[in-house]
T-cell receptor, first 111, second 113 residues
Framework: GIQVEQSPPDLILQEGANSTLRCNFS?????LQWFHQNPWGQLINLFY???GTKQNGRLSATTVATERYSLLYISSSQTTDSGVYFC?????????????FGKGTHLIIQP | DAGVTQSPTHLIKTRGQQVTLRCSPI?????VSWYQQVLGQGPQFIFQ???????GRGNFPDRFSARQFPNYSSELNVNALLLGDSALYLC????????????FGQGTRLTVV
């Protein structure tokens, strides 16, 4: 099956800093999503981005499908951005195998 | 608009017991998927249902089963519970299943003692 690697595994930043989270995947995909998991376990949708670039406020994401990676940018970090960020992909031609998640990036924003 | 709703939110069961978890998808969505998330890991795919039929199954034992009802809601059943089944169980709703954006419920936290 498809492999998903996220980096870095942990990231500690001061409030106001910018950050870049990376997701590498091993095969072609027809779905790629970024999620933020809050302390209560809820997965919050950030982007549905199998290819191209999208922006939503302080967050933006870029997926380069031909090179099999995606980047999530967080600018002017706030303490509420803390949590775990997951990249999840659906392999092209993989049948109904659902989303394959990476292990996540644990982000801590300090005041 | 209501999002994906799951019940119950928390559950404590004893080893060997059986458990049923429930999920209602977003109105208009026809596909429901189930995931298991153990502490410190990303969610793992268990099942996908579309139009009341199983379309995909992850690498989980036969103790895990699910079904989807005519109103597109779904149940996940786990028999003969093991301590290792303790996890957050997440339900995802999507329009068609494959290649469409998935939206997750708040999850059911199952503890097996």
């Amino acid at each position: 099956g498809i492999q998903v690697e996220q980096s870095p595994p942990d990231l500690i930043l001061q409030e106001g800093a910018n950050s870049t989270l990376r997701c590498n995947f091993s095969d072609s995909v027809n779905n790629l999503q970024w999620f933020h998991q809050n302390p209560w376990g809820q997965l919050i949708n950030l982007f549905y981005i199998p290819s191209g670039t999208k922006q939503n406020g302080r967050l933006s994401a870029t997926t380069v499908a031909t090179e099999r990676y995606s980047l999530l940018y967080i600018s002017s970090s706030q303490t509420t951005d803390s949590g775990v960020y997951f990249c999840a992909v659906e392999e092209t031609g993989g049948g109904a195998d659902g989303l394959t998640f990476g292990k996540g990036t644990h982000l801590i924003i300090q005041p | 608009d209501a999002g994906v709703t799951q019940s119950p939110t928390h559950l404590i069961k004893t080893r060997g017991q059986q458990v049923t978890l429930r999920c209602s998808p977003i109105s208009g969505h026809k596909s429901v998927s189930w995931y298991q998330q153990v502490l410190g890991q990303g969610p793992q795919f268990i099942f996908q249902y579309y139009e009341k039929e199983e379309r995909g199954r992850g690498n989980f034992p036969d103790r895990f089963s699910a079904r989807q009802f005519p109103n597109y809601s779904s149940e996940l059943n786990v028999n003969a519970l093991l301590l290792g089944d303790s996890a957050l169980y997440l339900c995802a709703s999507s329009l068609y299943g494959q290649s469409t954006e998935a939206f997750f419920g708040q999850g059911t936290r199952l503890t097996v003692v």
